[in-house]
């Protein structure tokens, strides 16, 4: 007979969703395809309060994938809240993460979680770098403009932080301070709490379809008030004591 007991699973695929009914058959597909016979994974979209068929499509693609779950907000909260809630329903040690819209190729996956897996307890992030992006001029700006303040301020060695792809182990990630904008800083936040970063470079390709629901960087005064507040709190860590407990001998 079959065993009852629940699979247990090594990575959790987190993927943050705002009105992407046309991309999420297509993206799910890939995953299952980078994925399968490497890892007990499991996929977890997080429906971040779409008003459009996305809810749906993924209920009808729960029916024929076991390793596939649906969290829903009631409301729009944001990519970061979106992340933040995949994580902390996430089974798995290890949880990688991709934007939902087709722009982040599944097939890099593989990389990142073997990069986490090969770092030990040293790593704390395997972040992605896009080459080849497929954005317009004015939005490579942006995200050129916004990279170079954030490195010179934070020094956090990274010239891509906006990439969706990212891997990491979950209890490092529920270590640290949760803010709305939290996912463009994981590297700072990550080197803070002590760990290393590995880098692998990732190829972008365009949106399977829709548009964009998640900006990076795009309000820019939330984005500077965000940045002084990771600023402040990297110059108030203070290093985490030993601490071990003592017991009584007979």
């Not at 943050?16 to 991309?23: C, D, H, Q, S, W």
């Not at 002590?194 to 795009?218: A, K, L, T």
Request: glycine fraction near 10%; charged fraction near 25%.
């Amino acid at each position: 007979m079959p065993s009852s007991e629940p699979t247990v699973v090594a990575v959790s695929i987190v993927v943050p969703v705002r009105n992407e009914a046309g991309n999420v058959a297509p993206l799910i597909a890939e995953i299952a395809a980078a994925l399968d016979g490497r890892w007990a994974y499991e996929v977890i979209y997080v429906n971040d309060g779409s008003t459009d068929a996305t809810g749906e499509r993924l209920a009808t693609l729960m029916k024929q994938r076991a390793n596939l779950r649906q969290i829903q907000h009631a409301t729009s909260s944001g990519q970061s809240a979106a992340v933040r809630s995949g994580v902390r329903a996430a089974r798995g040690a290890v949880v990688a993460t991709l934007d939902g819209d087709g722009q982040n190729n599944p097939v890099f996956l593989p990389d990142l979680i073997s990069a986490i897996e090969r770092g030990g307890d040293r790593v704390g992030l395997a972040a992605g770098q896009r080459v080849g992006r497929q954005d317009t001029g004015f939005k490579k700006l942006q995200s050129r403009t916004a990279n170079g303040v954030r490195n010179a301020i934070l020094r956090d060695g990274t010239r891509d932080t906006g990439c969706g792809l990212k891997a990491f182990r979950r209890e490092v990630f529920l270590m640290m301070p949760y803010f709305d904008g939290l996912h463009r800083f994981l590297p700072a936040l990550v080197r803070r709490e002590g760990f290393d970063i590995v880098y692998v470079d990732v190829i972008d390709r365009p949106r399977h379809s829709g548009v964009s629901n998640y900006g990076f960087f795009d309000r820019l005064w939330i984005g500077i008030m965000d940045l002084a507040g990771v600023w402040w709190l990297i110059r108030r860590k203070k290093p985490t004591p030993v601490a071990t407990e003592v017991t009584c001998h007979d």
